[in-house]
């Protein structure tokens, strides 16, 4: 296995095998840019795709407290991450890979 190239972010490099993706930011040759979001695998059915929930909180200053918010985003799921249904995760936007998926694994979290 070759060794990871540096992606630019301060994460840990995955520990899984490389399967050939070219589509991986740590193996292949996928650029990652952008919004940097941590959420929580909900979906990992698709094939190198999976949804990922991520929780916001908004202050509302008319009524004086915070509004829970969440979104849901498909992001392109590498081999070499390994992520699946539950696990935490750190995700970065890319270059769009497919109608719906501008964002990539590049992280699996402690919860």
Not at 5 to 20: A, K, S
Not at 36 to 63: H, N
Not at 78 to 89: I, Y
Request: proline share 6%; net charge positive; aromatic share 6%.
């Amino acid at each position: 296995m070759s060794k990871p190239r540096d992606i630019g972010v301060d994460v840990q490099p995955p520990t899984h095998e490389w399967d050939g993706d070219l589509n991986d930011p740590f193996y292949g040759t996928l650029p990652v840019r952008g919004q940097l979001l941590q959420g929580v695998v909900v979906r990992a059915r698709a094939q190198r795709t999976a949804v990922v929930r991520i929780e916001r909180l908004k202050y509302d200053s008319k009524y004086e407290r915070y509004q829970r918010s969440s979104s849901r985003i498909q992001a392109h799921s590498p081999a070499s991450v390994g992520a699946q249904e539950g696990d935490a995760v750190t995700i970065m936007e890319c270059r769009p890979l497919s109608k719906t998926k501008s964002f990539v694994i590049i992280e699996r979290r402690d919860a």
